[in-house]
Protein backbone atom coordinates (compact mmCIF):
# COMPACT_ATOMS: atom_id res chain seq x y z
CA UNK A 1 0.00 0.00 0.00
CA UNK A 2 1.04 3.08 -0.72
CA UNK A 3 0.20 6.49 1.37
CA UNK A 4 0.36 9.86 -0.38
CA UNK A 5 1.56 13.05 2.06
CA UNK A 6 3.15 16.33 2.52
CA UNK A 7 6.98 16.06 2.59
CA UNK A 8 8.29 16.67 6.50
CA UNK A 9 11.24 18.01 7.46
CA UNK A 10 12.03 14.42 8.98
CA UNK A 11 11.97 13.00 5.27
CA UNK A 12 15.24 14.71 4.56
CA UNK A 13 17.53 11.94 3.84
CA UNK A 14 15.23 9.75 1.97
CA UNK A 15 14.04 12.81 -0.01
CA UNK A 16 17.74 13.45 -0.99
CA UNK A 17 18.51 10.25 -2.10
CA UNK A 18 15.58 10.16 -4.34
CA UNK A 19 16.06 13.92 -5.34
CA UNK A 20 19.89 13.18 -6.56
CA UNK A 21 18.60 10.25 -8.79
CA UNK A 22 16.09 12.64 -10.30
CA UNK A 23 19.21 15.09 -10.92
CA UNK A 24 21.34 12.47 -12.25
CA UNK A 25 18.20 11.57 -14.54
CA UNK A 26 18.26 14.82 -16.43
CA UNK A 27 21.60 14.87 -16.10
CA UNK A 28 21.82 18.17 -13.49
CA UNK A 29 23.86 18.98 -11.32
CA UNK A 30 23.18 21.52 -8.15
CA UNK A 31 25.27 23.14 -5.83
CA UNK A 32 24.65 21.70 -1.79
CA UNK A 33 22.69 25.18 -0.61
CA UNK A 34 20.94 24.42 -3.65
CA UNK A 35 19.14 21.41 -2.76
CA UNK A 36 19.55 22.85 1.08
CA UNK A 37 17.32 25.93 0.18
CA UNK A 38 14.79 23.54 -2.03
CA UNK A 39 14.25 20.93 0.80
CA UNK A 40 13.44 24.26 3.20
CA UNK A 41 11.16 26.17 1.01
CA UNK A 42 9.39 22.59 0.33
CA UNK A 43 8.73 21.80 3.97
CA UNK A 44 7.44 25.45 4.78
CA UNK A 45 3.69 24.98 4.42
CA UNK A 46 3.75 29.20 3.83
CA UNK A 47 5.99 28.91 0.70
CA UNK A 48 5.71 27.08 -2.70
CA UNK A 49 6.88 25.13 -3.91
CA UNK A 50 4.61 22.59 -2.48
CA UNK A 51 6.34 18.87 -1.89
CA UNK A 52 4.54 15.56 -1.69
CA UNK A 53 5.91 12.15 -1.36
CA UNK A 54 5.09 8.18 -1.84
CA UNK A 55 5.79 6.13 1.34
CA UNK A 56 5.52 2.64 1.25
CA UNK A 57 6.65 0.14 4.40
CA UNK A 58 8.07 3.48 6.10
CA UNK A 59 10.47 4.19 3.08
CA UNK A 60 9.64 7.24 0.53
CA UNK A 61 9.54 6.07 -2.95
CA UNK A 62 8.72 9.14 -4.87
CA UNK A 63 7.99 12.63 -4.35
CA UNK A 64 5.76 15.41 -6.46
CA UNK A 65 6.76 19.28 -6.15
CA UNK A 66 4.43 21.68 -7.72
CA UNK A 67 3.16 25.52 -7.34
CA UNK A 68 0.16 27.69 -7.87
CA UNK A 69 0.98 30.67 -10.36
CA UNK A 70 -0.81 34.03 -11.97
CA UNK A 71 -1.49 33.93 -15.54
CA UNK A 72 -2.38 36.41 -18.01
CA UNK A 73 -4.85 33.71 -19.67
CA UNK A 74 -6.71 32.99 -17.01
CA UNK A 75 -8.20 34.85 -13.57
CA UNK A 76 -7.23 31.50 -11.36
CA UNK A 77 -4.05 30.69 -11.18
CA UNK A 78 -2.40 27.63 -12.73
CA UNK A 79 -0.30 24.50 -11.00
CA UNK A 80 2.49 23.78 -12.78
CA UNK A 81 4.25 20.26 -11.70
CA UNK A 82 7.70 20.72 -11.56
CA UNK A 83 9.33 17.86 -10.08
CA UNK A 84 8.09 14.06 -9.86
CA UNK A 85 10.44 11.09 -8.94
CA UNK A 86 9.80 7.50 -8.76
CA UNK A 87 12.48 4.89 -7.37
CA UNK A 88 13.05 3.11 -10.39
CA UNK A 89 12.15 -0.31 -7.89
CA UNK A 90 8.90 0.65 -7.85
CA UNK A 91 7.97 2.30 -11.51
CA UNK A 92 5.05 0.47 -13.35
CA UNK A 93 3.40 -0.07 -9.63
CA UNK A 94 1.12 3.42 -9.91
CA UNK A 95 3.48 5.55 -7.58
CA UNK A 96 3.87 7.73 -10.40
CA UNK A 97 0.02 8.08 -11.33
CA UNK A 98 -0.95 8.20 -7.64
CA UNK A 99 1.82 10.97 -7.40
CA UNK A 100 0.08 13.50 -10.35
CA UNK A 101 -3.49 12.69 -9.26
CA UNK A 102 -2.53 14.09 -5.52
CA UNK A 103 -1.48 17.31 -7.33
CA UNK A 104 -4.73 17.42 -9.40
CA UNK A 105 -6.79 16.92 -5.90
CA UNK A 106 -4.71 19.85 -4.86
CA UNK A 107 -5.13 22.30 -7.76
CA UNK A 108 -8.78 21.53 -7.33
CA UNK A 109 -9.08 22.44 -4.19
CA UNK A 110 -7.69 25.89 -4.75
CA UNK A 111 -9.59 25.86 -7.80
CA UNK A 112 -6.70 26.46 -10.41
CA UNK A 113 -7.07 26.23 -13.80
CA UNK A 114 -5.03 23.72 -15.07
CA UNK A 115 -2.54 21.85 -14.19
CA UNK A 116 0.76 21.17 -16.37
CA UNK A 117 4.17 20.33 -16.63
CA UNK A 118 7.14 19.31 -18.68
CA UNK A 119 9.35 16.64 -19.71
CA UNK A 120 12.73 15.76 -21.37
CA UNK A 121 11.85 14.11 -24.93
CA UNK A 122 13.70 11.06 -23.59
CA UNK A 123 11.63 10.27 -21.23
CA UNK A 124 9.73 7.48 -22.71
CA UNK A 125 8.79 5.69 -19.36
CA UNK A 126 7.55 8.99 -18.31
CA UNK A 127 5.60 10.03 -21.44
CA UNK A 128 3.57 6.34 -21.21
CA UNK A 129 2.45 7.05 -18.07
CA UNK A 130 1.02 11.16 -18.72
CA UNK A 131 0.05 10.19 -22.29
CA UNK A 132 -2.74 8.36 -19.80
CA UNK A 133 -3.37 11.47 -17.68
CA UNK A 134 -2.64 14.95 -19.61
CA UNK A 135 -3.41 15.88 -23.22
CA UNK A 136 0.11 16.73 -24.61
CA UNK A 137 0.31 20.50 -26.23
CA UNK A 138 2.45 21.72 -28.68
CA UNK A 139 4.48 23.87 -27.56
CA UNK A 140 8.19 24.31 -27.19
CA UNK A 141 10.60 25.55 -24.49
CA UNK A 142 12.98 28.02 -24.66
CA UNK A 143 15.37 28.86 -22.36
CA UNK A 144 18.31 31.49 -21.32
Do not use: K
Amino acid sequence: MTEIRALRAADREQWEVLWQGYLRFYRQRLAPQITAATFARLVDEQRAPHGLVAVRDGRLVGFVHYLFHSSTWSQRELCYLEDLFVDPATRGDGVGRALIEAVYAAADRAQAASVYWMTQEFNADGRALYDTLARRTSFIRYER
